[in-house]
């Protein structure tokens, strides 16, 4: 009798440690609070594009060749901030983006949040900002983003890089991501779990290369989590989840027509290195780099190699097909 009142008792905490999170979130992110917590902030700004309020931060010359940056899933600009400045450094006009519904830009639940609307809505950016090619780097989900842009906008695209690129549906079979596909059990794992530190820690530890954990922090965690603990974030992350459709690159990939570069971590286990030599059999003008003691996000684990071998491919007219290692 009593198992059965602690039982009763435990699933009642339960329930309102559940709801009170649910019901004390914000339903937006006030930037007026938390832009002192952002990286490169000075360089922060805003544009409308279809009436959606998009965060950017821009880096070097505006005449400069410009290089425009996509984050991954459930990510934002805070990915680039070590290689941004860099790449800026080697002469070139870098825009780091935060897609609809990630980061600082805004959140509207109306938004489509699918990789084809994610393409779409960056071209109108590059509109807005008067640019009319780049050369578009896109990490994991961003990856995906960047070869739909690739494929359905070729003549904006100048070169494109792939780094750690989601190609397929295989992300799906993770059991959160099978768990976010249940109406109100998504939206409930999603709230309690998104802006949650062990969470975030344990993301960044499947992510980062044991070789390179010291780059999990507690300021880092911290940086992460702010974007992530509004209302209209979760509805957005999770929404995304919902509509993640993949696997358009991996079939259409030997139709992108520009020099390509693929950048992989040789540890990497969350897009298995696989998708890397299979992206590099189907792109034609495709050059393959594979770092060792390297995870899911090279651009953070080796910002001095990733910065050189990017810039390096996108001054370089000439680019041999090759693997290096």
Wanted: proline residues 4%; aromatic residues 8%.
């Amino acid at each position: 009798m009593k198992k059965t009142k602690f039982l009763w008792l435990g699933v009642g905490v339960g329930v309102g440690l559940i709801a009170w999170k649910m019901l004390s979130r914000e339903e937006s992110i006030d930037w007026e609070k938390v832009q002192k917590f952002v990286h490169h902030r000075e360089n922060s700004n805003f544009v409308e594009v279809d009436g959606i309020k998009i965060h950017y931060q821009q880096f070097g010359e505006n005449h400069s060749q410009t290089i425009l940056l996509i984050h991954g899933y459930g990510s934002s600009t805070l990915v680039w901030k070590t290689v941004a400045p860099m790449l800026a450094e080697k002469g070139f006009n870098v825009i780091a983006i935060d897609m609809v519904g990630f980061g600082f830009s805004e959140k509207p639940s109306w938004f489509e949040y699918t990789i084809e609307s994610q393409a779409r809505m960056i071209v109108r950016f590059m509109n807005r900002l008067g640019i009319g090619k780049a050369t578009v780097v896109g990490s994991s989900y961003g990856g995906a983003v960047a070869a739909s842009l690739a494929l359905d906008y070729p003549e904006r695209v100048e070169k494109l890089v792939l780094v750690g690129t989601v190609c397929n549906n295989e992300p799906l079979s993770h059991p959160l991501m099978k768990i976010a596909q249940v109406p109100m059990l998504g939206e409930i794992a999603t709230a309690i779990l998104l802006d949650a530190k062990p969470f975030i820690k344990h993301r960044m530890r499947t992510s980062i290369a044991p070789a390179n954990h010291d780059l999990i922090t507690a300021e880092r965690v911290n940086r992460i989590r702010i974007p992530l603990k509004s209302k209209d974030a979760h509805t957005a992350t999770l929404a995304t989840a919902r509509k993640w459709n993949a696997e358009r690159i991996q079939q259409d990939a030997h139709l992108i027509p520009h020099p390509t570069l693929i950048i992989w971590g040789e540890d990497d286990k969350v897009v298995n290195i696989r998708n890397a030599y299979k992206l590099y059999d189907s792109i034609l003008h495709s050059k393959l780099v594979i770092f060792k003691n390297c995870g899911h996000i090279p651009q953070e684990e080796k910002p001095v190699d990733f910065t050189e071998v990017v810039a390096s491919f996108i001054k370089n007219s000439r680019q041999p097909r090759q693997v290096l290692e």
